[in-house]
């Protein structure tokens, strides 16, 4: 049984003047068991809106959506769900260990579950320390990471997480990249909408481009990374530079040199490199970014 299914999702709102505003149209897609799903596109596509239906906060015109076969408006769908929304706010006079205390209540944890789950988590985010102080005194970041905490706290099946690395820094980001990782070696479905592509580089399996309310592509990661190879870049060493000069050399220093070879060219520079004794020092691909590809694919809608 799959973790989401949407189906023909559409949500439309009235908006100023009484002019309707179609938020998503005719929006479909499926999130199969242990994948990392991350859901891209610019301010205004629908992401928000689509993860708000899923969850069960706002409900669609047409269509439907589901979770492990329920529809989202059944409370049952959710109990195995974590979610982490946009913009995380908690009752600031709380304490996280409070806060947490109150949410594995809510999913029917018992008090010693709660108490070693809510010890794991708060370790697992790095904030145990500020574990018993005022949720008001923390910064964003703290903030965020104990949205994430909460998420995770009763350990569901399924991890829905609007903007998870909104306001962290460079560590902060890192960790909360390797959790996803660690989530889907447990068998774990994440669903992620973000504006950074290389987050999405780093951890997903597939990506849903979604602009002006409809889902523009799904696409394979590693296919992506794949297919868009378009040439090396190489250092070697041992053997004269003069003996490409049909090639751009980049820079030379004692011993090496370093250059870009066309990938339908990769063939003939290496035969030529170890027919005159050459090694190679370094290789890296080039290749057309996700980052390009969702350009071109937003260019193209607006």
Not at 137 to 156: C, T
Not at 195 to 200: G, L, N, P
Not at 250 to 267: A, C, I, L, M, N
């Amino acid at each position: 049984m799959n973790p989401i299914e949407i189906e023909h999702l559409s949500k439309s709102y009235r908006g100023r003047r009484g002019k309707v505003v179609a938020a998503l149209k005719d929006l479909s897609l499926t999130v199969a068991l242990g994948e990392v799903f991350g859901f891209l596109g610019p301010n205004g596509a629908g992401k928000s809106t689509t993860i708000k239906t899923l969850v069960g906060q706002i409900r669609p015109t047409n269509g439907t959506a589901c979770l492990f076969g329920q529809p989202t408006g059944a409370a049952g769908a959710r109990i195995q769900v974590g979610y982490l929304p946009e913009n995380p706010t908690f009752y600031d006079f709380l304490t996280a260990q409070e806060y947490l205390t109150m949410v594995g209540r809510v999913f029917g944890m018992a008090g010693e579950s709660i108490s070693s789950e809510s010890e794991r988590v708060l370790d697992l985010m790095a904030l145990t320390e500020a574990a018993r102080r005022p949720i008001r005194g923390y910064s964003k970041g703290m903030v965020q990471r104990l949205g994430i905490a909460q998420a995770l706290l009763h350990d569901p099946d399924l991890l829905i997480l609007d903007e998870p690395m909104s306001g962290l820094d460079p560590v902060g980001r890192a960790l909360v990249k390797q959790i996803i990782l660690d989530l889907k070696q447990q068998g774990k479905t994440v669903f992620f909408s973000t504006h950074v592509i290389a987050d999405v580089e780093a951890v997903c399996d597939r990506v849903g481009i979604i602009a002006a309310g409809q889902m523009q592509a799904v696409l394979n990661v590693s296919d992506v990374l794949k297919s868009g190879i378009e040439g090396y870049s190489v250092k070697v060493s041992g053997c004269s530079a003069d003996l490409f000069l049909d090639y751009t050399i980049f820079k030379q220093e004692d011993g090496w040199w370093s250059t870009t070879v066309p990938r339908g060219q990769y063939r003939e520079f290496m035969e030529r490199l170890f027919a005159n004794d050459g090694q190679i020092e370094f290789i890296e691909p080039q290749r057309r970014s996700l980052e390009a590809l969702f350009l071109d694919i937003i260019d193209q809608v607006s």
